[in-house]
DNA sequence: GCGAGTTATGTTTTT
DNA sequence: CATAACTCGC
């Protein structure tokens, strides 16, 4: 590596570098310059004369993993040592890893390697079906709460056989049934969701002593980006790709953990030195990112975390302008107040891609939306995944994957009348249950639809058509992808049905143009293009993935999805007790300290300006309602704040009443929620907290003096 | 078989 | 408020 190169790094960042053998934790916070870290380190691996192709580095997003690999890149074309030399370093997600080699090993796994990858609405058909085939009422065992759960069994990779085993209550006993039944039917599509692909390859490298080994020699060194947020699964993953060698780099942040829900355990990071009991720790505590300010109110939020190790974030910027708090009417005027305040930081200079507003949930969007294009903002919202979930494309997608995998008949189902060709609900049923009395699949009945004696002329010819068009398509379905795409547009009737569709399929039509040229994209950039590897790469595309960086425009995007990316300037809005923290994730301490650390996350992420804003009536489901101030707002420390100081923004005279006493068993009447009794009183003077329970069965925590409660 | 219109229902975050 | 599920008439 060129000495240039070298002299950017810190003392400590250069022992993380050049740290080659064995286990190494690198703690690394906000804006400690963790990837260079990384991209660094593969560099220097390969100058110390390590193949390319051992190393394999695993991110948090595709993106990441693109730009990594870029990076990484041309740091070893400048390099003196060893070249990549045709070459490269494994650099992706672990889902995609994952892809990998459940395609490679797709025997060992047990699985048929055209798998299909079925995402949340594809799951939900699944699920649905298995609740009804177990005979269940679907209000006592809601769909969607069975997935939750068997989501998390995957993750924490406890199998149908291992549930049953355990199962000793009513609600567990019937789980391991729909468990069993849901995955029954994903394996007669061939398909895996997102949970299968990393607890299949977990309990493919832990049963298969040399997968294991084969794949844990041809990664000699592994580095894991934001370890804090791995799974169960993704731990017993990277136990068994290191278990060769021990040559596991880890980096991450506790304080930036953020994806519990999903089954991510922070005892990975924080029990990293119990499991590799040789390994080295570096901390990278310095923050070359944010103003002290920001970093001021950052530290003064995570100290309230109980659960955690001490830290501080050491600012190596000076000091600047203060953070701001602003109070807003409603959304709408809060909007409008971030949109005012981005023309203004226009004027002054700033670049509409170095700003970004940040909220707690999609749904939020909506307003921010209204307020740019109203003043006339440019903007996107970093949410990607709406492309592929659009009809059309899915439509398209489903052509494709029934031609790669026969027995996907959640695809088969979607397109079997999609543009309508008269095969409706009863002729499908029909060809169903033959289906089912053969023992062969929907695709394969459809084949021998002549056969059946329940079908009259008309649909045997209708679906004949159908099964002879798609049979045409599979003949041809090597080589590149884009091609291929137009092809099944234009012959299966979607394109000719979105032209009739006038306006509407205008659009739509817009968007298949667009999925072909992405295709046409993979087609370029991919060593060789498959339909399969396409269909199994598009479906792990995620969110952060289409952001543009390059495009000048404001980024719109949930906490979530910021984490890993930052802005001159950020605006987190919604700090309202229910939003943030979210009201579902106030059960106990653990997710209230979860929706700190996001709220932490999206802190961090400014550079130069920071402003938080909440709203004092917000309109929720159609209703306005009176919200109280986030606790979360009176941990930053009022001294880092600007307009705490000015504006009385936690205390509005308006509002302000004298406080009278609530004692437990209170009757009292709220203007919004009416009668209800008082539960719990704490206290706190002007800050008084209640919680009441209200005739309409909600219960509430309110501030006093917000509440405007009437004793009766 | 199909689509328009109606009614119920349920709301976080995402690879 | 937004969407899914459902009904009904053609």
Redesign the pocket.
Known sequence: MHNELLQQLTPSQKKAVFHVEGPLLVIAGPGSGKTRVITHRIAALIDSGVRANNICAIT???KAANEMRQRAIALGASAEGPRFGGTQPHIS????LCVRILRRYAEQAGINPNFSIY???DQ?GCI?QAVKDCELDT?NF?P?RMLEAISTLKNNLIDVDRLKAQADDFFSKTLAKVYARYQQILAECSALD??DL?SKTAFLLQGNDEVRSELSNRFKFLLIDEYQDTNRAQYVIAKALVSAHNNICVTGDPDQS??R??GADIRNIIEFENDWPNATIVKLEENFRSIANILEVADNLIAANQKRKPKILIPTRPHGEDVRLRCFEDETEEAQGVAEQVKNLVDNGALLREIAVFY????MS?TLEEAFILNKIPYQIV?G?EFYSRKEIRDVLAYLKILVNASDETALLRII?AP?????????EKVRAYGQSHNISLYEALKKAEHIDSLSKA?KAKIAVFVNMLEQFKKELAGEVAPIIERVFAESGLEKALQAAGADGENALENVNELISAASLYDQQAEQPSLLDYLQQTA?F????AYDTAADRVAL?????AKGLEFENVFIIGLEDGLLP?E??TNNDE?LEEERR?FFVGITRAKQGLYISYARYR?I??QTLRTIPSQFLYELGADAIDSVKEEQYFYDEADAQTIPDFAPGQLVRHKFFGLGTIKEFVDMGENSIVTVEFKTGQTKTLMLKYACLSKI
Do not use: C, Q
């Open positions: 948090f997003t595709n997600t672990f889902h995609s995402d949340e609405s939900a649905k209000t809601p969607v997102f949970d990393l953020i994806y829900w999903r707690r949930i999609n749904a909506r949410r995944v009348n309508a060709r008269g095969v409706g609900k009863t002729t499908i649909p792990l995620s969110d952060v993935d995007m949930t906490l979530h999805t979210h579902r994730s997710e996001l309109k489901r159609g």
